[in-house]
């Protein structure tokens, strides 16, 4: 997972995020409520940035991981990393 990090300027490592962020809204606007029009946006990105990406989804930051090997390694591998994180308003 950290080989597919990005270093930032600060030097903190962030994943990609696609390109489109707008203030207060972040990438919502490119997020269509029809589904297959959403699943070729996913497939886009996860074929231009890779198995893990970041968006903005309005002021909240959220990581996308859209391959199995990913998320396996998310919840075994880095398990404690990702387990302090806050609580969704979807949880």
């Known amino acids: 997972l950290s080989t597919m990090l990005m270093k930032r300027k600060g030097g903190a490592a962030q994943p990609p995020m696609p390109t489109g962020w707008l203030p207060v809204v972040g990438h919502l606007h490119l997020l269509s409520s029809k589904s297959q029009a959403l699943k070729e946006t996913f497939s886009r990105w ?11 989804l309005g002021l909240r ?4 991981v859209s391959s199995w090997e990913m998320a396996k390694e998310c919840f075994t591998t880095n398990n ?5 994180r806050l609580l969704s308003a979807a949880a």
């Open 46 to 56: 996860h074929e231009e940035y890779g198995p893990v990406l970041m968006l903005q």
């Open 61 to 64: 930051g959220v990581l996308v």
């Open 80 to 84: 404690l990393a990702f387990s302090n």
